[in-house]
Every structure is written in structure tokens, then in C-alpha cells.
């Protein structure tokens, strides 16, 4: 079994999430989701393990994405 670093499973959620929101967020703004959701996990809980810091990012962006769209 190969073992990823936790660098590497970051690396691999923002690229995903990247993707997933391009038509709706740049990447800079991904970047800055998947960082405050790391914080964040680590804040609340003590660790940041790398599915729980996707489902954060994810819901942010979403939120992000509904946001705008409301204003525009």
C-alpha cells in the first residue's frame, strides 16, 4: 500500500476542487478554502484529517458560489 504526506493529500484536494469549481472560482480562491478549512479542522478539533478538510472546502465554495450568484 502506497502512503501518501499530508502535503500530498492537499495537493491532490485543491487540484480536484480546482476542477470542480473552475467555471465558479479561480484557483487563488480554492487555494484560500482549503486553507481556512485546515485551519479550521485544526482549531475544532485538534487535526486536520485530509476528508474532513474537503467537505469544509467544499461547502465554502459552494456557499461562495451561491453568494455570487445571488448578486449577479
Excluded: N, W
Excluded at 480546482?18 to 485538534?46: K, L, N
Amino acid at each position: 500500500m502506497i502512503q501518501h504526506s499530508a502535503d500530498e493529500h492537499y495537493e491532490q484536494l485543491e487540484a480536484l476542487l480546482r476542477d470542480e469549481f473552475a467555471e465558479v472560482h479561480p484557483p487563488a480562491t480554492v487555494t484560500r478554502c482549503v486553507q481556512a478549512a485546515h485551519h479550521g479542522a485544526i482549531e475544532v478539533t485538534g487535526h486536520a484529517h485530509p476528508a474532513l478538510v474537503e467537505r469544509i472546502a467544499r461547502k465554502h465554495l459552494r456557499v461562495l458560489a451561491t453568494a455570487a450568484a445571488e448578486r449577479g
